[in-house]
């Protein structure tokens, strides 16, 4: 069973930064690329970024460019994103998610707060 674990989600005040993780399992974590989503209050789920399985590549919504950094390690299975420069409109449940196995799988989501 694919299963994915966010972490790192918090209280924090403009301008201040934070790192999000998501740890696979049930998968070969290699093989998929892995995007992260955030879902405000009353707005729909939109992407955030993403990065391919095979070179890397990577991916950012132009609100977050210059701001966000999407990297993996595979030695640990994990996706990780690093958030700087964080504004108020990033307050969102941010959710990573996966195609892995033909299975479209979201983790369970970390809250992040940013205050004004």
């Known amino acids: 069973e694919v299963h994915l674990v966010e972490s790192g989600g918090g209280l924090v005040q403009a301008g201040g930064s934070l790192r999000l993780s998501c740890v696979g399992s049930?998968?070969?974590?290699?093989?998929?690329?892995i995007g992260w989503f955030r879902q405000a209050p009353g707005k729909e789920r939109e992407g955030v970024s993403c990065?391919?399985?095979?070179?890397?590549?990577?991916y950012y919504r132009d609100s977050v460019k210059g701001r966000f950094t999407i990297s993996r390690t595979r030695a640990k299975d994990a996706v990780y994103l690093q958030m700087n420069s964080l504004k108020p409109e990033d307050t969102a449940v941010y959710y990573c998610?996966?195609?892995?196995?033909?299975?479209?799988?979201w983790g369970q989501g970390t809250q992040v707060t940013v205050s004004s």
């Open positions: 998610n996966t195609n892995a196995l033909g299975v479209d799988s």
């Open positions: 049930g998968f070969t974590f290699d093989d998929y690329a």
């Open positions: 990065i391919s399985s095979s070179d890397g590549s990577t």
